[in-house]
């Protein structure tokens, strides 16, 4: 299970880039064709985040379906696999989207003093 590494990765950029402010959500972009499972990173978090600044943050995964442009016809189309077909028959395909792992947004607690 390799989401438990990238879980931990994950947890290092959100607390490095916190700044030091207690982290209350992190969005993450997975997308479908990434072969990464959100449902396991969504199990490696809380175990993850304990200790650090991160604990208790709220985990939201936007999931980004599969999409390819036809080198032939230029047909953009979606695909659930990092392969394909095109209507037109061709198998020569550009995945415009589905292979991101990005942290998209982190929100963390803004003290007024």
């Given amino acids: 299970m390799h989401e438990?590494?990238?879980?931990?990765?994950?947890?290092?950029?959100?607390?490095?880039?916190?700044?030091?402010?207690?982290?209350?959500?992190?969005?993450l972009e997975v997308g479908k064709l990434s072969a990464v499972m959100?449902?396991?990173i969504k199990f490696c978090f809380d175990i993850c985040a304990q200790g650090t600044i991160v604990e208790g943050a709220i985990l939201e995964i936007l999931e980004i379906p599969g999409m390819a442009r036809c080198r032939e016809c230029g047909n953009t189309f979606y695909v659930d696999k990092p392969f394909g077909i095109c209507e037109c028959g061709s198998v020569k395909l550009d995945l415009l989207t589905g292979e991101e792992l990005k942290i998209k947004e982190?929100?963390?607690e803004d003290l007024c003093v």
């Fill in 38 to 40: 959100p449902d396991a």
């Fill in 4 to 27: 438990l590494g990238i879980t931990k990765n994950i947890i290092a950029i959100v607390s490095e880039n916190a700044q030091n402010k207690k982290v209350q959500k992190v969005l």
């Fill in 106 to 108: 982190i929100e963390v």
